[in-house]
């Protein structure tokens, strides 16, 4: 079984190709950064004329990298939501148009459900049901990954998502964009410890998560300590925060195989050590992608389009475009 996945509900454009056995065939990516950089974040307008310019020419390359023709694909699976929606339909058409061309079945994808389901991707072992943290920079969910289609929500942030919470604080600190990977090198050379920063709701007994306060408290804190030093105290604020909801959602994880983390913010290595520190000390098994299949592409939505129609699961081609769509 081959899939052709495509990706631009954000600012990445991206087509991959991936097979049933797990196999990237072809992986492509054309960020926008430098178009979007002057303006210090994502300009939709900008982000959906670029999409349109990078799309077709990224499916052709990825079909030669693969040596395939677009009629050996057995189905055409596209990023449907949520995100920008110049970008998601962007996407959506040119796959529904691939797929109508060849006679293929179109597998409208879930942007969270590529992310859910990418650690099965890197990893065959890892088996349902898990807790997932869904880190990124729209999102900032747990959920109980139960199978294909069967996501259960135990938290999620009622404010920021904690990408967000790193792209302002790089702003503010004037670390350019992305801001993610900018916070994380300085923090690298900065004192955790130096800067007294809120963790909002630690220890609370509701289950989910806020980031605004922090975001608040970096902001006003800017000027008095050096960048380095507040860059590595926010980022283990955002750590303790996120390991600690994610400790209350794991007693509420029944039957979990492993502690999973996915999305952009998983590419952070501060993250993923105390995550992995905490499944250890619960006795699960931790599971991360590897980086590339951590911030946005189109392996994992071709992936998750391979597990949608290994169960059955096609899409008509009048499926709408959807900014928002809870998973
Ligand atoms: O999953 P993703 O590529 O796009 C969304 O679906 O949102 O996530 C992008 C987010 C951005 O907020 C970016 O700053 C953050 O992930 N990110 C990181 C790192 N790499 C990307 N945050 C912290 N540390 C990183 N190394
Ligand atoms: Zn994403």
Redesign the pocket.
Known sequence: MLILGLESS?D?TAAAIVSGERQVLAHRLAGQESEHRPYGGVVPEIAARAHVEALEPLVEAALADAGLRLADVDAVAATAGPGLIGGVMVGLVTGKALAHAVGKPLVAVN?LEG?ALSPRLSDPDLAFPYLLLLV????CQLLLVEGVGRYRRLATTIDDAA??A??KTAKLLGLGF????A??RAALAGNPRAVPLPRPLLRSPEPHFSFAGLKAAVARVVGDYPPEDIAASFQAAVVDCLIDRTRRALARAEGATALVVA???A??SAVRGALSTLAADHGLRFVAPPLWLC??NAAMIAWAGAERFAAGLTDPLDTPARARWPL
């Open positions: 954000c990445e942007h992310h990124s920079g729209g999102h990408g967000e790193f792209d992305p801001g993610g990977p916070v994380e999305g952009g913010v590419a952070n911030t946005d």
